[in-house]
């Protein structure tokens, strides 16, 4: 019996809803299965068999992710595969009303940078302020911008555009208008992912389970519970540098090898913030994220 290929798009206790060519599926991990691959996320790729007289089809393997969206863990228990397979993720800002936040923008940037995966910023609320300067900021960060507007909308056809064929992330803080955003791209999906929200939330405070909704223009949106609020535990403070774009074309030509980029002479990336090419901002932002990293205590780095 020949497997065939389906996307994971929820667990539903010990089964899992996947979606394949022919249609959506129920499957369970055949036993070696269990023992023998990492646990099997929303956006996985699994090779499944189906069960004579049974309702329920068999996952035997899991084709290799491309990328994997991971919750880091505190007190050394190290990081927890949330969602496999994302190709984007989407920070949301409005323009006012709440006014944006340049640094949580920045964190939320980072956390996609650690996990390898694209990132855009998405500028909501336009009708309110245009929101220019942040715009700008961004974009000489190294990130795509959306402006958007639910109101007029307008940039909704090319944010609508940016989400088909593709499996993204929608994350941003409280009052960005989120939920219309989502409305506006497909009626019905902010109800949907409120629902899944609230159910799949339950149980206790460490566990975060995700869902794969299907867009009606192809792709899918990832609703991960919690992903703005995914600390920055276990990153290597070393490796922060390399998760702002705009600090890259600098790193490696600091006089010290182990330039922090905070006060060494000879450093370049200081040089670059001076001269204008890097924001004041963006390094502040680093600033403030380095000094997190290294504040935190031995057993979670």
């Known amino acids: 019996m020949t497997p065939i290929l389906g996307t994971v798009l929820e667990r539903d206790g010990s089964a899992y809803r996947i979606a394949t060519e022919d249609g959506e599926i129920r499957a369970v991990l055949r036993g070696k299965v ?7 996320v929303v956006g996985d790729v699994v090779r499944v068999e189906s069960d004579p007289g049974g ?3 068999g996952i035997v393997g899991v084709e290799p992710r491309r990328t994997v969206l991971e919750r880091r863990v505190p007190e050394g228990r190290g990081v927890r595969p949330i969602a496999a397979n994302l190709d984007q993720v989407f ?4 323009t006012r009303s709440p006014d944006p936040i340049p640094q949580l923008i920045d964190r939320l940037l980072v956390l996609a940078e650690v996990d390898g995966i694209a990132a855009a910023v998405v ?3 336009v009708d309110l302020d245009p929101g220019t300067a942040v715009g700008e900021r961004c974009r000489r960060a190294g990130y795509p911008v959306y402006a958007t507007s639910v109101k007029t909308g307008e940039g909704m056809d090319s944010f609508k555009a940016a989400l088909a064929g593709k499996a993204s992330v929608v994350t941003g803080p409280s ?19 409120g629902e899944v929200s609230r159910r799949i939330r339950r149980g206790t405070n460490t566990t975060v389970s995700s869902v794969m909704l299907p867009l009606l223009g192809g792709g899918y949106l990832v609703d991960t519970p919690g992903f703005s609020e995914v600390g920055m535990w276990g990153i290597d ?3 922060l540098p390399d998760c702002f774009p705009d600090f890259r074309p600098f790193l490696g030509e600091c ?7 905070r006060s060494e002479p000879g450093c370049r990336v ?9 924001a004041p901002d963006r390094h502040e932002s680093y600033l403030a994220l380095l000094a997190e990293l290294e504040a935190q205590p031995e057993e979670w780095e």
């Open 34 to 40: 269990k023992l023998s691959t990492p646990k099997v």
């Open 55 to 57: 309702e329920l089809h």
């Open 91 to 94: 920070v949301v800002t409005a």
């Open 123 to 125: 500028l909501n609320k």
């Open 175 to 193: 009052g960005a208008g989120k939920s219309s955003l989502l409305n506006a791209v497909q009626p019905g999906l902010r109800l949907r992912t």
């Open 237 to 239: 403070p070393r490796t």
């Open 255 to 261: 006089r010290f090898g182990d330039c922090r980029h």
């Open 270 to 278: 200081r040089e670059a913030v001076t001269g204008g090419a890097i």
